[in-house]
């Protein structure tokens, strides 16, 4: 069992920047590929970022991209997803997932199904 906890959401200006982390416990996530998920009020779970266990891949949404980098420190257990240039439709609660299965397609690591573990969420508001 992989137990996820997210930090670092708040309240920023557009513009402004966050760093979102995801600390794991449990089990070690070496083994896991990791996302980053969000969830507006009223909208469905959308995919926002995806790295593989080495570090060595990644998958980005395109309303994202260039914007915001997700890494990962194994040894300390703990994904990041610092986001920069944050504008008000950024405004939702983010959650980090973990897939134990082999590393996939963006398309198939897009989806919030393949995921095994979920955290329960930051939230992350943006201002005009």
């Known amino acids: 069992q992989v137990k996820l906890v997210e930090s670092g959401g708040g309240l920023v200006q557009a513009g402004g920047s966050l760093r979102l982390s995801c600390a794991a416990s449990g089990r070690t996530l070496r083994f896991y590929n990791m996302g980053w998920f969000r969830q507006a009020p009223g909208k469905e779970r959308e995919f926002v970022a995806a790295?593989?266990?080495?570090?060595?891949?990644?998958y980005y949404v395109d309303s994202v991209k260039g914007r915001f980098t997700i890494s990962r420190d194994n040894a300390k257990n703990t994904i990041y997803l610092q986001m920069n240039s944050l504008k008000p439709e950024d405004t939702a609660v983010y959650y980090c997932?973990?897939?134990?299965?082999?590393?996939?397609?963006?398309?198939?690591?897009?989806?919030?199904?393949?995921?095994?573990?979920w955290g329960q969420g930051t939230q992350v508001t943006v201002s005009s």
């Open positions: 997932s973990a897939h134990l299965k082999r590393w996939d397609t963006g398309l198939v690591m897009s989806k919030p199904s393949v995921y095994d573990y």
């Open positions: 790295i593989s266990w080495s570090g060595d891949s990644t």
